[in-house]
């Protein structure tokens, strides 16, 4: 086994630069290390949800147990809103937005919070969903009411002044709670022009959530990923003076000239490569300053010829201080990526015991299907990472990293590698038919890099990838129950062709290039891998061993060449996001408005495509995965749930939306 190291938050080469950072580094931690433990990890307080994801440590957690597992079956819809007021609509009445609507909303002192499919910010009330005041444009007109729509809104609040953060197209913008006008000594009339840091006049565009962590405002960046060609601009993360919208700090995604980690791009190439951004959502541990960056894919996402070594911060979880932007420490998940494994949610934050040890860690959750769970102070891990080796790349010019990180504990939560082992076997005949469809693809175990292409008779199709680039898990991230020290996973099984080709030299200086991209359809309209294709895992965080785990929906049971196996539920491959309680674990099931109709193969039924789902809500228990309850939605859900009390009553809210049906907010609540 190799001896590389993955426990330290060092690079390979530069050992002058490291021993730099390391004295700095260690004083930091010293100082932190001293601060009483952090309480971010406790879920929403006072029955309120101020943060898009519970708290500022991402658990996904209230301690509310008015519903519980005796009357959850009771819920019943208690008020529904549409995604956009009337009073828009009557200013722009030809307006148009998608059914894909993923904002959640904030709760703060009875009024909820939330953009709209347009990027405009709406407050309603919380026990009737009524409007209380909507966003102005900047311009007049129904032109300027053109935008797109992003996840949520932060709130920050000190003394008698407070402010919703909102990022709007190209904009950082503070609105006042109380009316929604804006703050006007906050940047430019109450907005910060994003664009203006970046190079060559390009338009700043993000679908995430100004976080807000200490006294500054950070935001991420959602660069174009067609990877036309080797250059690209970077997606850096940026803090602002959370009162003044003052740029404080800019963190490299890629290091640049004598920065700590350049060494990691070898041949000059961080000079040119771009992208990397935080594409999803932060977190932080707010009582210790430190805010927890997930990064994403560098120029291009399948091949990397042009970008030799081990690529940081690419799909690492790194660690900085949250004031100035320093960093502490960082973890990779993916040496050198290949695979479009981006980190996709919140690192979440937890107080475990684990062998009688007290320890304050951070658990990141993967496409690949790893939980990666480390110290959040020092950064090393809780378990042994080690380092095994993966299958190389004969692609020319790639130069695949020998080894990739693997984690002894926690067990992966869905399956991993396009293996026979893994492939559909209910019956003979589909078993037979799915070895004839993977017979033109690469197959192989997790890490099989990307091939070449080759739609020619008896050709190469690429390499089928799994879990595939929508994952294992996304955005909708994981959620953990501090009581309890446990923390759960939905996943979805849903395969990818990951196949490049050669670059057209008059259109890219990219020598190969991603090909099709689709997803992977099996036998007769079945799933070409073993279910569940939708699951929910449970974990047992202080022994790192699975609890329990559970198909999320019915998946295709009736279809005719299974019905008469009497299977029993398969689970259906959405995304959706947990939302736990004292008593219980809320699901959706995620929903048919998110599927990308232009990656499925020729024929697949929609039911296979990855982000399917049914429009129920369940009720889990959540020691056994028993469900509890199963409410009807109108449609299925495309944002995160979240719960608050307003008024003695606990209400459960959550957009949902389908691809025939529109978009709406959905409040749910005991008769």
Do not use: C
Request: charged share 20%; aromatic share 10%; glycine share 12%.
């Amino acid at each position: 086994m190799a001896k590389r190291t993955t426990t330290r938050a060092t690079a390979k080469g530069g050992v002058a630069t490291a021993r730099r950072y390391a004295r700095t580094v260690l004083a930091t931690l010293a100082a932190l290390l001293a601060v009483p433990a952090a309480q971010a990890q406790h879920g929403a307080v006072d029955g309120e949800w101020r943060f898009y994801n519970g708290d500022s440590g991402a658990t996904k957690y209230s301690p509310l147990d008015q519903i519980d597992r005796d009357n959850a079956a009771q819920l019943q819809i208690a008020w529904r809103r549409p995604p956009v007021d009337a009073s828009i609509l009557d200013q722009a009445p030809d307006l148009r937005y998608g059914n894909s609507f993923r904002a959640t909303p904030i709760m703060v002192d009875g009024v909820l919070y939330a953009p709209n499919p347009i990027g405009f910010v709406e407050a309603f009330d919380a026990g009737t969903g009524e409007t209380i005041w909507v966003e102005e444009p900047f311009a007049g007109g129904a032109e300027g009411y053109r935008g797109t729509g992003t996840r949520g809104v932060s709130w920050w609040g000190e003394g008698e002044e407070a402010r919703i953060l909102l990022q709007r197209g190209e904009y950082l913008m503070a609105l006042d709670p109380a009316t929604g006008e804006r703050i006007e000594h906050f940047g430019d009339g109450g907005r910060v022009n994003l664009s203006d840091a970046l190079p060559g006049g390009l338009v700043h565009a993000w679908s995430g959530i100004p976080f807000v962590a200490r006294d500054v405002v950070v935001v991420g960046h959602t660069t174009n990923d067609t990877f036309a060609a080797m250059e690209a601009p970077r997606g850096d993360t940026r803090a602002y003076d959370v009162r003044t919208g003052e740029l404080r700090w800019v963190f490299h995604v890629i290091p640049q000239g004598g920065e700590f980690g350049v060494e990691t791009w070898e041949d000059g190439s961080w000079e040119y490569t771009g992208h990397g951004s935080v594409w999803s959502i932060f977190s932080a541990d707010e009582e210790r300053g430190i805010l927890y960056m997930p990064m994403s894919s560098p120029t291009s996402d399948m091949y990397g010829g042009h970008r030799p070594g081990d690529n940081l911060y690419a799909q690492a979880v790194v660690a900085v201080e949250a004031e100035t932007g320093e960093r502490l420490w960082h973890f990779q998940t993916i040496r050198h990526p290949l695979w479009d494994y981006d980190l996709p949610a919140a690192p979440v934050l937890m107080d475990i015991t684990v062998d009688g040890r007290d320890i304050e860690a951070v658990a990141v959750v993967t496409k690949q299907a790893f939980v990666y769970v480390l110290d959040r102070v020092t950064g090393e891990p809780v378990w042994p990472i080690e380092d095994r080796p993966v299958p190389q790349s004969d692609v020319p010019g790639e130069v695949t990293a020998a080894t990739q990180p693997f984690p002894t504990k926690p067990p992966p939560f869905d399956l991993q590698g396009s293996t026979e082992d893994n492939l559909i076997d209910f019956t003979p005949e589909l078993r037979q038919e799915a070895l004839e469809i993977v017979s033109r693809y690469t197959i192989g175990p997790l890490f099989t890099p990307p091939t070449i292409r080759d739609d020619g008779p008896g050709g190469n199709l690429g390499t089928i990838q799994l879990p595939g680039s929508q994952g294992g898990a996304n955005w909708h991230g994981a959620a953990f129950d501090p009581e309890t020290q446990r923390f759960y996973v939905p996943s979805e099984t849903g395969p990818f062709v990951a196949d490049i080709e050669p670059g057209d030299p008059d259109f890219t200086n990219l020598r190969y290039v991603k090909g099709t991209r689709l997803w992977m359809g099996g036998p007769q309209g079945l799933p070409l891998f073993k279910p569940p294709y939708g699951r929910i895992t449970a974990y047992d965080m202080s022994a790192g061993g699975i609890l329990w785990q559970e198909p999320n929906g019915q998946g295709p049971t009736d279809h005719p060449a299974i019905r008469h196996l009497n299977l029993g539920p398969l689970g259906n491959p959405g995304r959706p996001a947990p939302l736990l309680t004292r008593t219980l674990l809320f699901a959706g099931e995620g929903s048919d408005a998110m599927i990308v109709a232009g990656r499925l193969q020729p024929g697949q039924p929609l039911e296979t495509a990855p982000s399917y789902g049914e429009p129920i809500f369940r009720a889990w228990d959540k020691a056994t995965g028993e469900i509890v309850a199963e409410i009807d939605l109108p449609a299925g859900t495309t944002g995160a749930p979240m719960t608050y009390m307003h008024e003695g009553r606990q209400y459960i809210v959550v957009a949902v939306g389908g691809r025939e049906v529109a978009p709406e907010w959905i409040a749910l609540s005991l008769p």
